[in-house]
């Protein structure tokens, strides 16, 4: 699957219309020690399948390959809720962002 250096994403969202699976999401809400204006965009761990149609779309290249989701290498019973709270994207319709 992939990752994003949350330190090195600048929230410009040009990797969200590259995921299929609609794995790539702005977080809700902004870190408060953040650096950039905009919120970071995220990996759900439920979404994404390791396609890799995302990966080079990323300007900065924030966006990397992993080999193993870091939610692996935690025991399934002290998983709670691994997807962090995102924002919703219109990709239909006029100004929809569709897929890349
Ligand atoms: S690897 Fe595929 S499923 Fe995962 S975020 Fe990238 S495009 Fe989406
Ligand atoms: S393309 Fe890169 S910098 Fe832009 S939102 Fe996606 S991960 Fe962040």
Same mark, same amino acid.
């Given at each position: 699957? &992939?990752?994003?250096?949350?330190? %090195?994403? @600048?929230?410009? %969202?040009?990797?969200?219309? =590259?995921?299929?699976?609609?794995? +790539? +999401?702005?977080?809700?809400?902004?870190? @408060? %020690?953040?650096? =950039?204006?905009?919120?970071? &965009? $995220? &990996?759900?761990?439920?979404?994404? $399948?390791?396609?890799? !149609?995302?990966?080079?779309?990323?300007?900065?290249?924030? +966006? =990397? /390959?992993?080999?193993?989701? *870091?939610?692996?290498?935690? !025991? *399934?019973?002290?998983?709670?809720? !691994?997807? *962090?709270? @995102? /924002? !919703?994207?219109?990709? #239909?319709?006029?100004?929809? +962002?569709? #897929?890349?």
């Amino acid at each position: 699957m &992939v990752a994003i250096t949350e330190a %090195d994403c @600048t929230g410009c %969202d040009l990797c969200i219309p =590259h995921c299929p699976f609609e794995a +790539l +999401l702005p977080l809700a809400e902004s870190p @408060t %020690d953040r650096k =950039h204006k905009k919120r970071p &965009v $995220v &990996v759900l761990a439920t979404q994404c $399948v390791g396609c890799l !149609s995302c990966i080079g779309s990323c300007p900065t290249k924030a +966006l =990397h /390959e992993i080999l193993l989701p *870091p939610i692996s290498t935690t !025991s *399934p019973l002290l998983i709670s809720n !691994s997807d *962090p709270e @995102t /924002e !919703s994207i219109k990709r #239909w319709g006029k100004k929809g +962002l569709g #897929w890349a």
